[in-house]
């Protein structure tokens, strides 16, 4: 009887081994079968799909020709003075009047209404402020005001606002044309920096600013001519140290001195850098080349119209093929 089992569970296991094999050839067979009915049915509509696909190819070429290609140039400006709200206003003003068509506003800037087909114009901050650079601009500038008391320090403060709530913007102008699109941008922002009233203020402050240029390069010749003073006066008395006798009653002290030379000629240098950078109420920083615009919806065009043409007969011919068999069952 313990021989017999042996046999008995080899017997079954050759039988499920060639079930399996059986199951494995079966799935196959059916595979194979699937391929030849997709391959009979591609070559049943081999040009159907060759028809579908030139049409789609010539529609996308098509959309590709009709859609005209869009251009743009970006133009980065900071508002000098307190133009920023100015600048906001100017760009809106600009762009409401590109809508209204406004012949004898364009006109007056020399710009043909006809060329500004399809021209706009948008402005936007290059840069966001986050919460963490307003907590640290705050933590600065806490720390400036222990040196309020210091002479000059008020001009540090100063530029530092400026710096850090003047930010740079981005106007961006969109064209069709690259000649005539370029031309109107430059005009545009010609005009966005002939305000008046800002031209005079930057003027003025430019004036001061030499003014102050030229008092401050007086003074530091002056106290030139009494370091060397005191350096002829040290040749002849080597008794004297760090004090330079001006008259019976008053003495020059030369460390003070040469601090206040320092601080005069980093005012001189901050003043010549302020001239530079406000000869503008908007300051131009980067005034872009003429880029192009991608479109993305017709990017693949003219691969998605022949595959949307393809999918959508396949589509039609299955629910025609399902409606065939649906009416079988009801027979």
Do not use: C
């Not at 506003?105 to 060329?115: E, H, Q, R, T």
């Not at 919460?131 to 008391?149: A, G, H, P, T």
């Not at 002849?236 to 040469?258: C, F, I, M, S, Y």
């Not at 406000?278 to 980067?286: G, M, P, T, Y």
């Amino acid at each position: 009887m313990e021989d017999q089992k042996p046999n008995h569970n080899s017997t079954a296991d050759e039988i499920d081994l060639g079930q399996i094999f059986k199951s494995f050839k079966n799935g196959l067979n059916i595979l194979f079968n699937n391929f030849l009915r997709l391959f009979l049915y591609i070559k049943k509509n081999i040009i159907k799909f060759a028809v579908l696909i030139i049409v789609g190819i010539l529609i996308g070429l098509g959309l590709n020709t009709i859609v005209q290609t869009k251009l743009k140039t970006e133009v980065i400006v900071k508002p000098n003075l307190e133009s920023k709200v100015y600048l906001y206003d100017i760009v809106n003003s600009i762009s409401a009047n590109l809508e209204a068509k406004d012949s004898s506003f364009f006109g007056a800037l020399n710009i043909d209404v006809d060329d500004l087909q399809g021209f706009e114009i948008e402005i936007e901050p290059v840069e966001q402020v986050s919460e963490v650079d307003i907590n640290d601009q705050i933590e600065y500038l806490e720390m400036l005001e222990k040196f309020r008391d210091e002479e000059g320090i008020i001009e540090v403060v100063r530029n530092e606002i400026l710096n850090k709530t003047n930010l740079q913007h981005r106007i961006i102008f969109y064209y069709k044309d690259a000649d005539t699109g370029r031309d109107i941008t430059e005009k545009l922002i010609s005009y966005i920096n002939s305000n008046e009233y800002y031209n005079e203020l930057l003027a003025l402050q430019v004036a001061n600013a030499n003014e102050r240029i030229k008092k401050n390069s007086d003074l530091v010749d002056q106290i030139d001519r009494l370091i060397a003073a005191y350096s002829g006066k040290l040749e002849r008395d080597k008794e004297l140290e760090g004090t330079l006798v001006l008259n019976e009653t008053e003495q020059l002290d030369v460390p003070a001195l040469l601090m206040l030379k320092e601080e005069l000629i980093q005012g001189i240098e901050i003043k010549k850098l302020q001239i530079q950078e406000q000869k503008q109420a908007i300051r131009i920083i980067s005034f872009g080349d003429v880029q192009q615009i991608e479109k993305t919806l017709f990017t693949n065009i003219v691969i998605l119209v022949p595959l949307i043409l393809v999918l959508a007969y396949l589509l039609w011919d299955m629910l025609k093929y399902l409606n065939r068999k649906a009416n079988e069952l009801v027979v």
